[in-house]
């Protein structure tokens, strides 16, 4: 069982920046692969960003690459979304999830563990 906790949502301007935090329980933090999904009011939710065990292994979806980075410190249990240059395109209630595997994935029915979600708003 993995528990995790989001946090570091917040209102910002666009062009602004935020860093979402995702504290994760029980000690094989470190065996899982890491995302970050989004939902949107009235959309379905969406993949953001994914972090293999080690770092080693990044992807992202088209609409954030360049602006947001995916990190993990597996001795603190948390993975990281460093969030820059944000647009109120952005504006969404954020998740971190946990997957059993090896390689990246961004389904997210590969995701075993979900978080309850920090909203994040990005005002113009």
């Known amino acids: 069982q993995v528990q995790l906790v989001e946090s570091g949502g917040g209102l910002v301007q666009a062009g602004g920046s935020l860093r979402l935090s995702c504290a994760a329980s029980g000690r094989t933090f470190s065996r899982y692969v890491m995302g970050w999904f989004r939902q949107a009011p009235g959309k379905e939710r969406e993949f953001v960003a994914a972090i293999n065990w080690n770092g080693g292994s990044t992807t992202y979806a088209d609409s954030v690459k360049g602006r947001f980075t995916i990190s993990r410190d597996n001795a603190k249990n948390t993975v990281y979304l460093q969030m820059n240059s944000l647009k109120p395109e952005d504006t969404a209630v954020y998740y971190c999830?946990?997957?059993?595997?090896?390689?990246?994935?961004?389904?997210?029915?590969?995701?075993?563990?979900w978080g309850q979600g920090t909203q994040v708003t990005v005002s113009s």
């Open positions: 999830a946990a997957a059993p595997r090896v390689v990246v994935t961004t389904i997210s029915g590969d995701y075993s563990y």
